[in-house]
Protein backbone atom coordinates (compact mmCIF):
# COMPACT_ATOMS: atom_id res chain seq x y z
CA UNK A 1 0.00 0.00 0.00
CA UNK A 2 1.35 3.32 -0.97
CA UNK A 3 -0.27 6.71 0.71
CA UNK A 4 0.76 10.39 -0.08
CA UNK A 5 -0.88 13.64 -0.62
CA UNK A 6 -0.85 15.74 -3.74
CA UNK A 7 -1.88 19.44 -3.60
CA UNK A 8 -2.48 20.73 -6.91
CA UNK A 9 -5.19 21.70 -9.03
CA UNK A 10 -5.02 22.57 -12.40
CA UNK A 11 -8.67 23.84 -12.38
CA UNK A 12 -9.53 22.65 -15.57
CA UNK A 13 -13.00 20.55 -15.78
CA UNK A 14 -14.02 19.93 -19.07
CA UNK A 15 -17.71 18.82 -20.08
CA UNK A 16 -18.52 17.03 -22.41
CA UNK A 17 -21.98 16.26 -23.78
CA UNK A 18 -22.60 13.48 -26.55
CA UNK A 19 -25.68 13.11 -28.75
CA UNK A 20 -27.86 10.88 -30.33
CA UNK A 21 -26.32 7.97 -32.04
CA UNK A 22 -22.20 9.30 -30.90
CA UNK A 23 -20.21 6.13 -30.00
CA UNK A 24 -19.29 7.37 -26.53
CA UNK A 25 -15.16 6.05 -26.22
CA UNK A 26 -15.06 7.68 -29.45
CA UNK A 27 -16.17 11.02 -28.88
CA UNK A 28 -14.91 11.18 -25.65
CA UNK A 29 -11.43 10.14 -26.56
CA UNK A 30 -11.23 12.89 -29.51
CA UNK A 31 -12.51 15.68 -26.91
CA UNK A 32 -9.72 14.54 -24.53
CA UNK A 33 -7.42 14.40 -28.14
CA UNK A 34 -8.18 18.21 -28.61
CA UNK A 35 -7.97 19.80 -25.38
CA UNK A 36 -4.37 17.46 -24.36
CA UNK A 37 -5.65 16.36 -21.44
CA UNK A 38 -4.04 13.19 -20.32
CA UNK A 39 -4.47 12.53 -16.40
CA UNK A 40 -7.99 13.16 -15.32
CA UNK A 41 -10.99 11.52 -13.11
CA UNK A 42 -14.32 10.89 -15.32
CA UNK A 43 -17.82 10.54 -13.99
CA UNK A 44 -20.89 10.57 -16.62
CA UNK A 45 -24.59 9.85 -16.34
CA UNK A 46 -27.03 9.43 -19.18
CA UNK A 47 -28.25 6.41 -21.65
CA UNK A 48 -27.03 3.84 -24.56
CA UNK A 49 -29.10 2.82 -27.14
CA UNK A 50 -26.89 -0.55 -27.06
CA UNK A 51 -23.49 -1.46 -25.38
CA UNK A 52 -20.41 -3.52 -24.55
CA UNK A 53 -19.08 -3.82 -21.11
CA UNK A 54 -16.38 -5.96 -20.36
CA UNK A 55 -14.52 -8.06 -17.05
CA UNK A 56 -10.61 -8.41 -17.54
CA UNK A 57 -9.59 -12.00 -17.71
CA UNK A 58 -6.29 -12.26 -16.20
CA UNK A 59 -5.77 -15.42 -17.08
CA UNK A 60 -5.71 -13.95 -20.60
CA UNK A 61 -4.58 -10.57 -20.32
CA UNK A 62 -7.43 -9.39 -22.01
CA UNK A 63 -11.57 -8.18 -21.56
CA UNK A 64 -14.13 -10.88 -21.68
CA UNK A 65 -16.86 -8.74 -24.25
CA UNK A 66 -20.49 -8.68 -22.58
CA UNK A 67 -23.03 -7.15 -24.93
CA UNK A 68 -26.19 -5.42 -24.01
CA UNK A 69 -28.57 -5.50 -26.41
CA UNK A 70 -31.40 -3.30 -25.25
CA UNK A 71 -31.43 0.52 -23.92
CA UNK A 72 -30.13 1.53 -20.95
CA UNK A 73 -29.45 3.70 -18.05
CA UNK A 74 -25.98 5.24 -17.39
CA UNK A 75 -26.24 4.75 -13.71
CA UNK A 76 -22.57 5.15 -12.83
CA UNK A 77 -19.92 5.88 -15.16
CA UNK A 78 -16.51 6.41 -13.09
CA UNK A 79 -12.75 6.01 -14.36
CA UNK A 80 -9.47 7.82 -15.28
CA UNK A 81 -7.64 9.26 -18.41
CA UNK A 82 -4.37 8.06 -19.01
CA UNK A 83 -1.38 8.80 -21.41
CA UNK A 84 -0.40 5.50 -23.19
CA UNK A 85 1.71 5.78 -26.14
CA UNK A 86 1.53 9.44 -25.63
CA UNK A 87 -1.94 9.80 -26.31
CA UNK A 88 -4.70 9.82 -23.85
CA UNK A 89 -6.57 6.55 -22.98
CA UNK A 90 -10.07 6.55 -20.90
CA UNK A 91 -10.73 4.25 -18.99
CA UNK A 92 -13.82 3.90 -17.26
CA UNK A 93 -16.43 0.98 -15.75
CA UNK A 94 -20.13 1.13 -16.01
CA UNK A 95 -23.26 0.00 -14.57
CA UNK A 96 -25.49 0.08 -16.84
CA UNK A 97 -29.96 0.07 -15.70
CA UNK A 98 -31.95 -2.29 -17.56
CA UNK A 99 -35.28 -2.21 -17.72
CA UNK A 100 -36.72 -4.28 -15.39
CA UNK A 101 -34.40 -3.51 -12.71
CA UNK A 102 -31.20 -5.68 -13.11
CA UNK A 103 -28.23 -3.99 -13.68
CA UNK A 104 -24.90 -4.97 -15.99
CA UNK A 105 -21.52 -3.34 -15.42
CA UNK A 106 -17.72 -3.57 -16.31
CA UNK A 107 -14.84 -1.76 -18.07
CA UNK A 108 -17.00 0.35 -20.82
CA UNK A 109 -15.91 -0.86 -24.37
CA UNK A 110 -17.92 0.92 -26.63
CA UNK A 111 -21.53 2.32 -26.17
CA UNK A 112 -23.75 4.41 -28.63
CA UNK A 113 -25.59 7.36 -26.73
CA UNK A 114 -28.99 7.63 -26.34
CA UNK A 115 -30.53 10.00 -25.63
CA UNK A 116 -27.41 12.08 -24.24
CA UNK A 117 -24.73 11.46 -22.30
CA UNK A 118 -23.16 14.23 -20.02
CA UNK A 119 -18.90 13.31 -19.21
CA UNK A 120 -17.49 15.63 -16.31
CA UNK A 121 -13.96 15.14 -16.92
CA UNK A 122 -11.61 16.88 -14.00
CA UNK A 123 -7.63 17.23 -15.12
CA UNK A 124 -5.87 15.63 -12.52
CA UNK A 125 -2.08 16.28 -10.74
CA UNK A 126 0.58 15.21 -13.15
CA UNK A 127 1.67 13.01 -9.56
CA UNK A 128 -1.39 11.18 -10.71
CA UNK A 129 -0.91 9.86 -14.15
CA UNK A 130 -0.95 6.37 -15.04
CA UNK A 131 1.59 4.24 -16.60
CA UNK A 132 1.32 0.97 -18.27
CA UNK A 133 2.06 -1.82 -15.90
CA UNK A 134 4.20 -4.48 -17.81
CA UNK A 135 3.08 -7.63 -15.90
CA UNK A 136 -0.48 -6.64 -16.18
CA UNK A 137 -0.53 -4.28 -19.34
CA UNK A 138 -3.03 -2.43 -17.37
CA UNK A 139 -2.57 1.10 -17.11
CA UNK A 140 -1.86 1.91 -12.93
CA UNK A 141 -1.24 5.32 -10.78
CA UNK A 142 3.00 4.25 -10.38
CA UNK A 143 3.29 5.94 -7.28
CA UNK A 144 6.42 7.63 -8.10
Known amino acids: ?9 TGRV ?4 CDKGEEAVAAVGTALRE ?21 FDRATGDYRRIPVTEQVEVLSL ?10 PALHVHAV ?7 TVGGHLLRGQVWPTLEVIISEVAPELA ?8 LALISGS
Open 1 to 9: MRAREVRHQ
Open 14 to 17: LVVV
Open 35 to 55: QGIRAARVTAVGGFAEAEVGW
Open 78 to 87: LGDVAEHDGE
Open 96 to 102: LGRADGG
Open 130 to 137: KRVDPETG
